[in-house]
């Protein structure tokens, strides 16, 4: 069967440090992955999206690489800061017939302590 | 631009009472449009998508049903809600990401 798995546990980083978030996922091809930030209470929002043809993506203090071989994502975040406590959440293109329909791993979240 | 709107935020329902829950999107036409739900504490789970007026598909069987009656609008409904229907309900649309809206939280007592 498909999985996406993130590590369920909290990360707590120090403010300043790197953080590093990894997304697996089994049984699936995808053309591209995303990542999205989830705060409390809001819907996800957006982040960063690489291609399969992609080995990283960067986007201010944000990175993101792709291993397809692996089968495996990692997010980073440098310079982290307590505004980028979260949940994250990778996505990848699941099978169904709604064009690019996106499946969420379980999201993994991050605590930046000051 | 493109917005995506979302009604009520909350919501507390008594067992075997209606649903309607509303979204509508501003600046794009024809986009592809998602229900998902997300239970405490766990991922999201894909309910219905729709890729046009009156198109519907629906990836888990459950006691919801949802409908496109205009190009920018999706609504989810029930006729009678049950305690497991409680969850935070999001509508998202489809650009280069998909875009959120800001969710409604369902409590069913």
């Known amino acids: 069967s498909q999985k996406i798995e993130q590590n369920s546990e909290a990360l707590n980083i120090q403010e300043g440090k790197t953080a590093t978030l990894t997304c697996n996922y089994t049984n699936y091809s995808p053309a591209y992955l995303q990542w999205y930030r989830q705060d409390p209470g809001r819907g996800p929002v957006f982040l960063l999206l690489i291609r399969e043809n992609e080995k990283e993506k960067r986007k201010e203090r944000l990175k993101v690489t792709f291993d397809t071989t692996l089968k495996q994502s990692l997010f980073h975040i440098t310079a982290s800061q307590p505004a980028d406590s979260a949940t994250y959440l990778c996505?990848?293109?699941?099978?169904?017939?709604?064009?690019?329909?996106?499946?969420f791993g379980g999201g993994t979240r991050l605590m930046v302590k000051p | 631009s493109q917005t995506i709107h979302q009604w009520p935020a909350t919501l507390v329902q008594p067992v075997g009472s209606p649903l309607s829950l509303e979204c509508t999107v501003e600046?794009?036409?024809?986009?592809?449009l998602y229900w998902y739900r997300q239970a405490a504490g766990r991922g999201l789970q894909l309910l219905f998508y729709s890729v046009g007026i009156g198109q519907i598909s629906s990836e888990v069987p459950q006691n919801l049903s949802a409908s496109r009656p205009q190009d920018r609008q999706f609504i989810l409904s029930s006729k009678k809600l049950l305690l497991s229907d409680s969850g935070f309900y999001l509508c998202?649309?489809?650009?280069?990401?998909?875009?959120f809206g800001s969710g409604t939280r369902l409590t069913v007592v």
């Open positions: 996505a990848l293109v699941g099978t169904g017939n709604a064009g690019n329909m996106l499946t």
């Open positions: 600046g794009t036409s024809n986009p592809n």
């Open positions: 998202a649309w489809q650009n280069y990401g998909y875009t």
